[in-house]
């Protein structure tokens, strides 16, 4: 079996466990517990407060004692057993201890993933800017795949979609232990200062200009993301509670419609090798911003019906470009503009900035401003809550624009080959 083909049902299955629980999570909240919305946003916060610390912990670890595939295994055999407790759970306190839990095991795997996977290219003399996208678009699919599978069972607002992710990180964990070997480059010896000694090289990267802008920026555009999943399927559904909708095909597969999001992910993953190298990373990650202004944009004119469902398919379509030129773009960035030694740490960092600070404040923001200014007896007015986030994606992308400098040069990609 290939590095490519072992390192592809990596990703694939890294995104499944993800994808069979967190876009409808919401329905088992609201429509199978039948709790309240006062708790729900503390839900998706959980991604946010794990992403504070773990994938840096964890980063630290694998750069220094532990070789990141074992780590990675260890990390989603534990949090498949923790998301198998979840169905037994019957009140809003414990299943936020329970899910903050599994987070905090899944949510550094990510950063992890990408580690393993840019060693083994390197380790195989392969270009990792031209394999890397191919093979995280699978990551992509089986997101896509775990949607479906969780829609069309009928499993939508079922507890079984908690057994389906658990089995899948069970089985991923133990398939990671085949992974080729990770192993820490950052182990030297000899008189260490208190830094160098507890793996913490990597936060030296706050005090590079570029560097810090980067990391900012991330945490604005991570809050966009956790905008996207926690009301995403939600306001589709929502249309149900207008007559003329009530039956409507947007609101019956809702998921499925949603799901057009992540398949829009695999056309641009694959096109950004091309991008990277043409345009360079800032104006991958410019485009990235003013895709997240339209995604934001065409759902705020989205209606389940004639032209109204091709803006909410428009916005579908341009996610793939908002989350996928910042993200994967950001990782490879990362990848470029720091030491081996520090690899993993700094990749945890990356994902503290984006999946931690920028969840955690997109969360409890969006959720004060829609409970304080966008909802009434009579429901939620979801089209200024979408044009408020335009807004703000708006005004990130000007900001981003002026400040973040950053010269494009093409031999710089080229070092990531070996």
């Known amino acids: 079996m290939s590095v490519k083909f072992r390192l592809i049902i990596m990703s694939f299955l890294q995104f499944f ?3 069979a629980w967190l876009i409808t999570v919401a329905n088992y909240w609201f429509g199978t517990k039948g709790w309240d919305g006062s708790d729900f946003g ?8 794990a992403s504070l610390f773990m994938p840096a912990i964890c980063g630290i670890i694998a750069d220094r004692w532990i070789n990141a595939e074992k780590l990675y295994g260890t990390l989603h055999i534990l ?33 992890l993933s990408n580690s393993v996977a840019y060693n083994a290219l390197k380790k195989s003399d ?41 089995a899948a990180a069970i089985f991923l964990g133990l398939y990671s232990f ?45 809050a966009a993301l956790q905008l996207t999943n926690a009301y995403g399927d939600v306001f589709l559904d929502d249309f149900k509670l207008i007559p003329q909708y009530a039956d409507s095909f947007v609101v019956k597969y809702s998921t499925i419609i949603m799901s057009i999001s992540q398949i829009s992910e695999t ?6 090798p091309f991008f990277l190298k043409r345009f360079g990373i800032k104006k991958v990650m ?34 793939g470009m908002a989350f996928d030129f910042f993200n994967i773009s950001g990782s490879l960035f990362v990848e470029t503009s720091t030491s081996p030694k520090i690899r993993s740490s ?57 400040l973040f400098k950053h010269k494009h040069n093409p031999e710089v990609i080229k070092e990531l080959t070996h």
């Open 42 to 49: 503390a839900i998706f916060s959980t991604m946010g407060i």
């Open 178 to 222: 085949t992974l080729p070997k990770c192993k820490p480059e950052n182990t030297t010896s000899g008189s260490q200062s208190f830094v160098e000694l507890f793996g913490l090289d990597a936060f030296k990267l706050f005090m590079n200009y570029k560097m810090a802008l980067f990391f900012i920026f991330s945490m604005f555009l991570g």
């Open 286 to 319: 410019l485009m990235s911003m003013v895709a997240w202004v339209l995604r934001f944009g065409f759902f705020a004119y989205g209606y389940p019906e004639s032209f109204g469902l091709v803006l909410i398919v428009l916005s579908c379509i341009v996610y």
């Open 126 to 166: 392969l270009d990792v800017v031209k394999n890397f996208p191919p093979i995280r678009v699978w990551g992509t699919i089986g997101f896509i795949v775990a949607m479906w599978i969780t829609n069309l069972t009928g499993n939508k607002a079922s507890a079984n979609q908690f057994y389906i992710a658990a």
């Open 346 to 402: 700094a990749q945890g960092l990356f994902m503290m900035m984006t999946n931690g600070f920028g969840a955690i404040f997109g969360s409890v923001v969006s959720g004060f401003l829609i409970d304080q200014y966008f909802t009434s007896a009579s429901g939620k007015d979801w089209q200024n809550i979408w044009l408020t986030f335009a807004v703000y994606a708006l005004v990130i992308t000007v900001a981003f624009a002026f």
């Open 17 to 19: 466990v993800w994808g």
């Open 79 to 111: 949090s498949g057993l923790t998301l198998l407790y979840v169905p037994m759970i019957n009140d809003t306190t414990t299943f936020f201890w329970v899910i903050l839990l599994a987070m905090a095991f899944y949510m550094p795997t990510i950063a």
């Open 267 to 272: 056309v641009f993953i694959l096109a950004i």
